[in-house]
């Protein structure tokens, strides 16, 4: 069977949203690998005051990017789920119509 206009425009669109989402994606991890190396960093230091401190922003922080991550997880496995659905929806119109 041969592909529809309609079919193909989805695909297009689940291709560009996954590029979307894969650069957002390697953002936020890079935030997060950068807070690990600077949690590393801090718990080397001298100074104990100073280092608790940060450290506990820094493992803060890290919190927050890990909920950014699992929130756009989230959010990718529903935007797939979506274009599944329209994909079935499009492949019944297209037997409906072939018929």
């Given amino acids: 069977m041969v592909a529809s206009g309609s079919s193909r425009a989805i695909a297009r669109y689940k291709t560009k949203l996954l590029q979307i ?57 529903q935007t797939e789920e979506a274009i599944r659905f329209k994909e079935r929806h499009v492949e019944i119109m297209d037997e409906a119509i072939n018929f």
């Fill in 21 to 77: 989402f894969s650069v957002i994606k390697l953002k936020l991890l890079g935030n997060a690998s950068t807070n690990f190396v600077m949690i590393c960093e801090m718990e080397a230091m001298e100074d104990r005051l100073v280092v608790f401190d940060s450290l506990d922003c820094l493992k803060e922080s890290k919190v927050v990017e890990n909920n950014k991550l699992k929130a756009l997880n989230d959010l990718i496995a």
